[in-house]
Structures are given as structure tokens and as C-alpha cells.
């Protein structure tokens, strides 16, 4: 089984930066296509970016050039490098495998963009 840690987030003025790691078990992660998902109070969960086995990355139209997924197969870390944050960018952040089923989630990392 699985098992997901996510770290990084905390408080930042708008305009700031922060860089997420997600940390998994186990060896399924480096054939695994993964993704950075988050979920703001009072709404669904949502993809914010994803970046396959090899290294071929997505972003939702929302954090398309701030927003930068990486990840680190040799170590089973997936990475989240966040630039010009915005207020809309709060959120608690979690990180998945990209394929349904989706692993066990872990608590996932609250960011918080505010003055």
C-alpha cells in the first residue's frame, strides 16, 4: 500500500513563493504518472498539475506559467515549485498518482495566500 506525505505549504503574501514535496512508499511512484491536486473550503477536488513517468508535465489553465511540477524518481518525491501566488491559490494541496484508483490519500499541505 501506498503511502503519501505531503510537505511545504504554510503562509504567504500574494506575489510569494513556496515549493511543495510529496513524498510516497513503495516503488510504484517511478512508473507512475503523477499529479498535484487541491481542494479550497467549499469546493470539489482539482488537478493543478500533472507530469508522467518520464517526465512530460500538464497544468490547469489556472497556475499555467507560475506553477512548475517536477519530480525526483530515484528518491519517490514529487515537487511543486509555486510562484506569484494569489489569494485564489489557497487551498490544501495533495498529491496523487494521476490513474484511477487513486492511491490512499496522505493529509496534504495547507497553503495559505494572504496580506
Known amino acids: 500500500q501506498v503511502q503519501i506525505s505531503e510537505a511545504g505549504g504554510g503562509l504567504v503574501q500574494p506575489g510569494g513563493s513556496l515549493r511543495l514535496s510529496c513524498a510516497t512508499s513503495?516503488?510504484?511512484?517511478?512508473?507512475?504518472?503523477m499529479g498535484w491536486y487541491r481542494q479550497a473550503p467549499g469546493k470539489q477536488r482539482e488537478s493543478v498539475a500533472t507530469?508522467?513517468?518520464?517526465?512530460?508535465?500538464n497544468y490547469g489553465d489556472s497556475v499555467k506559467g507560475r506553477f512548475t511540477i517536477s519530480r525526483d524518481n530515484a528518491n519517490n518525491t514529487l515537487y511543486l515549485q509555486m510562484n506569484s501566488l494569489k489569494p485564489e491559490d489557497t487551498a490544501v494541496y495533495y498529491c496523487?498518482?494521476?490513474?484511477?484508483?487513486?492511491?490512499?490519500w496522505g493529509q496534504g499541505t495547507q497553503v495559505t495566500v494572504s496580506s
Open positions: 496523487n498518482r494521476r490513474a484511477v484508483p487513486k492511491w490512499p
Open positions: 513503495g516503488s510504484a511512484f517511478a512508473i507512475s504518472a
Open positions: 507530469i508522467t513517468s518520464d517526465g512530460s508535465t
